[in-house]
T-cell receptor, first 116, second 110 residues
Framework: GAVVSQHPSRVICKSGTSVKIECRSL??????MFWYRQFPKKSLMLMAT?????????EQGVEKDKFLINHASLTLSTLTVTSAHPEDSSFYIC????????????FGPGTRLTVT | GQSLEQPSEVTAVEGAIVQINCTYQ??????LSWYQQHDGGAPTFLSY????GLEETGRFSSFLSRSDSYGYLLLQELQMKDSASYFC???????????FGTGTRLQVFP
């Protein structure tokens, strides 16, 4: 149980275009979903926390107009990278938690974004 | 703020025991978790310490000392497949957020 999927797994886009990444909890309802960014050989950096039906809470330094997050249902959250630039190239990972989980988050397989 | 420091890299041979340390500065948290991540993959949960002391889960054990602001992950009977990055993480009080440590890359050699 507790499977989280992400789509797409890899995406290449041109500079200036927008890219949408989906995160789905397949077998449970996720009260909260999180979006992380990870550079090669670095740690996971929390970008934002999203709760179903409410606005996402962004971490300091993360541009909310650049990284649009929509948590439309208890099983789906989307991250849209708007007007992407090469510096946005990174590994984006989502995770989900349930109301009964005090400590564990379930991670998606990640999306490798390359902006050319 | 929160910060969790780990050694950047650790190497060991198959069958050996290795300890990965995590020292932290945080205002308050529920417990210390450990995650494993293979290259290009998703982090997977390994262990959790809510209280001080040792928690054992098969070949992996984790330890927490709140008074020393310190924890570690102990991996025994190392296997080649244990080569991965390992992260400690804390869930901050009054939030659902996990803050991750700097990460340790473990390389296991034959």
């Amino acid at each position: 149980g507790a499977v989280v999927s992400q789509h797409p797994s890899r995406v290449i886009c041109k500079s200036g275009t927008s890219v949408k990444i989906e995160c789905r909890s397949l077998d449970f309802q996720a009260t909260t979903m999180f979006w992380y960014r990870q550079f090669p050989k670095k740690s996971l950096m929390l970008m934002a926390t999203s709760n179903e039906g409410s606005k996402a809470t962004y971490e300091q330094g993360v541009e909310k107009d650049k990284f649009l997050i929509n948590h439309a249902s208890l099983t789906l959250s989307t991250l849209t990278v708007t007007s992407a630039h090469p510096e946005d190239s990174s590994f984006y990972i989502c995770s989900a938690s349930t109301s009964g989980s005090a400590y564990e988050q379930y991670f998606g397989p990640g999306t490798r974004l390359t902006v050319t | 703020g929160q910060s969790l420091e780990q050694p950047s890299e650790v190497t060991a041979v198959e069958g050996a025991i290795v300890q990965i340390n995590c020292t932290y500065q945080t205002s308050g948290f529920y417990g210390l978790s450990w995650y494993q991540q293979h290259d290009g993959g998703a982090p997977t949960f390994l262990s959790y310490n809510a209280l001080d002391g040792l928690e054992e889960t098969g070949r992996f054990s984790s330890f927490l000392s709140r008074s020393d602001s310190y924890g570690y992950l102990l991996l025994q009977e190392l296997q080649m497949k244990d080569s991965a990055s390992y992260f400690c993480a804390v869930k901050v009080y009054n939030t659902d957020k996990l803050i991750f440590g700097t990460g340790t890359r473990l390389q296991v050699f034959p």
